[in-house]
């Protein structure tokens, strides 16, 4: 499927991490609860939730960002291939969200959370911070989600705005729906990559067979300008037994004796 074993584990470190930090903000995000009949105390979990949904936009949109990489492992898999699309479409939505409530403060943006929800600076708002913050937090996620619009001017995702306050559970079945789908797609594509990862002993090599003789090639070069420039071995020397370690051996045992000796060889040969 894949020739290259880098791609194997560039793309298993990829569905690890993801699949990590997608799993940890939705476990804030979805899980934790307040129990409290505190007015003020479940208006802060709504900040907080606001918080962690613009950091949980951020793997979710490097997912969207991979997903083409990925797709190699959903050929011949309708299934795999049916989820890609899918989540392609719906993670563009993520992004849009995430540029306009984690990567810009813009003006406009601004203007139209003032506009949009005039109790941002209602007479209650001046007393009261978190009633304030939280109308804030609230006109943000609208004006993100209600500026996403097709070409008719319909805001493309839901087919009409939102009020986040009335209807959020419309917006939360979206993400929560989202993230499932993500988590469990990473889960297939790490699975099929899995049986390719080649795992190594420490006394094995990492190199690949076409970067052997460039490495060896540098190892000559570093033993010879040793030899002929002993004031270079502090400055060199690392980078030496770093080649080494490449390779499975471990320089430590050599010590000062056996960088001497290999490099009276090597100038004597």
Known sequence: MVEDERKYKRDFLRTVILLKEIKFFSDHLFKEQYKTNDADAMLQKHID??????????????????????SIYCKDNPELTAQHKKLKKDLDFVNHLRNKVGAHL??????????WNPDIYADKARTNTVVQEYQIYRAMMEVAINSYLDTNGQQKQFGTDLDIELEAKVFYTYLLNTVNS???????????????IKYIRLSESTVCEEEREDYFKEAIRIA???????????????????????????????GEA????????????
Do not use: C, V, W
């Open 49 to 70: 939730n606001q918080i962690y949904l613009k950091y949980d936009f951020i793997p979710l949109n490097l997912l969207r960002e991979s997903l083409d990489g990925f």
């Open 258 to 269: 056996g960088h001497t000796d290999f490099r009276f060889k090597t100038k004597h040969r």
């Open 182 to 196: 993500s988590i469990h797609f990473l889960e297939e594509i790490q699975n099929i990559i899995r049986p390719n």
């Open 224 to 254: 010879l300008e040793i030899g002929n420039n002993p004031s270079k071995k502090e400055k060199l020397l690392p980078r030496m037994a770093e080649i080494l370690r490449m390779f499975g051996i471990d320089p430590e045992p050599y």
């Open 106 to 115: 813009s003006d406009e943006a601004l203007d139209k959370m003032i506009q």
